[in-house]
Structure formats: structure tokens, C-alpha cells
């Protein structure tokens, strides 16, 4: 079966810095991948898509990259604020019927 | 803003007992979604639905039965609850049946007794 995995330990990072999260998973590549966010006791907040047939997504500080070769996509938030501190995780679909898989998450602690 | 909403944010029941969770979404989705959430296990998908009284298994529905009547509402049902049904439930939706963004309700945390 597909397995989803994410950095299973919290990232720590300085404020200003860029934080690089990583999502990788195994056998067959995704229809597209998603990050969310989550804050403690809330549900996940949709952040970026990207398509297989795409290598790279922004959205304002946020930055998505997808290697098929490497099975392997990387998050990254530029110049970090202390409120991006939150779980991130990512998510795949194997169709387009809108079904994912969910990793694990990881979480993102920025300190002032 | 979509808004998805679920009946309660915390629920204490019993063992054996049928509970039932409830969600609504107010933007005319025709996706909506049930997952649990443990620690160390993330999101599992347990049911989901792309039209009214439709409805498909995700990947952990044993225990569980879903029922969507109405095109915003999809309810969340356990026919005996168990100890290990304790989790954190969330319902999500979705516009389109590919490649589009889920909207998440808060969460119910369910404790079973």
C-alpha cells in the first residue's frame, strides 16, 4: 500500500529563516499533492496544490516543489514568523476522485 | 467563506452506545468527507460522498456508517461505540470531484467510556 511520510520530528527554526519541510512517499507518483495547515485543536487549512505534470508552486511566502524522480515534495515558507508555528501536512491523491492520502505531519516551531 | 460546521466540539458517550455526528456545509459541495485523526497515525478517511444519498468506503470504515439525505448535510454514525472509536472527527468538503481543496469543520473530539 502507499505510504505517506513526513519528518516525523518538530522543526525547530530561528525567525527570518526559511523553514523546508519535506513529504516523501513511495511506489507510484500522485495525481497532485496538497499542504495543509493545522493549528492545535482546529482542522486543516488548505495552502497549495501542485499537479504531477508541475515542478514547482508559490503562493506569496510559500513555496511547493514536486520530484516524481526523487518521489519526494518540499515545502517552504520564506522569512518564517512565529505565527507560521503549526503542524503542515501533506496530502496525495492516486485519481481525480478527489480522495487523499494524509502524512503524518510535521511540526513547525519559529521562534522570535 | 465556506463554512463547514460540526454538531459539537467535545462528546463523552459509552461503550455500546450509537452516536451519531453531524455536518453541515453551506457553499452547495458536492464532496464531503469523514476522517478520524489519532496521534502518530494522522488523517485516515473513513467514508465519503460525491452526491446526495451516495456514499463509498474510504480506508478504515469498519464500525462506522455514513448517511447524506440532503446535499449539505453528511452524518457520521456509530452503530456500538467502542473505547478505541476515541478520536478526533473531522468532517471536510470539496467543490469538485478532482484535484480541488478540501474545506475542514473544527473537529469533534469523541471520548468513549
Known amino acids: 500500500s502507499q505510504k505517506i511520510e513526513q519528518n516525523s520530528e518538530a522543526l525547530n527554526i530561528q525567525e527570518g529563516k526559511t523553514a523546508t519541510l519535506t513529504c516523501n512517499y513511495t511506489n507510484y507518483s500522485p495525481a497532485y499533492l496538497q499542504w495543509y495547515r493545522q493549528d492545535p485543536g482546529r482542522g486543516p487549512v488548505f495552502l497549495l496544490l501542485?499537479?504531477?505534470?508541475?515542478k514547482e508552486k508559490r503562493k506569496e511566502r510559500l513555496k511547493v516543489t514536486f520530484d516524481t524522480t526523487l518521489k519526494q515534495s518540499l515545502f517552504h515558507i520564506t522569512a518564517s514568523q512565529p505565527a507560521d508555528s503549526a503542524t503542515y501536512l501533506c496530502?496525495?491523491?492516486?485519481?481525480?476522485?478527489?480522495?487523499?492520502?494524509f502524512g503524518q505531519g510535521t511540526e513547525l516551531s519559529v521562534k522570535p | 467563506d465556506v463554512k463547514v460546521t460540526q454538531s459539537s466540539r467535545y462528546l463523552v458517550k459509552r461503550t455500546g452506545e450509537k452516536v451519531f455526528l453531524e455536518c453541515v456545509q453551506d457553499m452547495d459541495h458536492e464532496n464531503m468527507f469523514w476522517y478520524r485523526q489519532d496521534p502518530g497515525l494522522g488523517l485516515r478517511l473513513i467514508y465519503f460522498s460525491y452526491d446526495v444519498k451516495m456514499k463509498e468506503k474510504g480506508d478504515i470504515p469498519e464500525g462506522y456508517s455514513v448517511s447524506r439525505e440532503k446535499k449539505e448535510r453528511f452524518s457520521l454514525i456509530l452503530e456500538s461505540a467502542s473505547t478505541n472509536q476515541t478520536s478526533m472527527y473531522l468532517c471536510?468538503?470539496?467543490?469538485?470531484?478532482?484535484?480541488?481543496?478540501?474545506?475542514f469543520g473544527p473537529g469533534t473530539r469523541l471520548t468513549v467510556t
Open positions: 496530502a496525495l491523491a492516486y485519481n481525480q476522485g478527489g480522495k487523499l492520502i
Open positions: 501542485i499537479r504531477e505534470n508541475e
Open positions: 471536510a468538503s470539496s467543490l469538485f470531484q478532482g484535484p480541488d481543496e478540501q474545506y
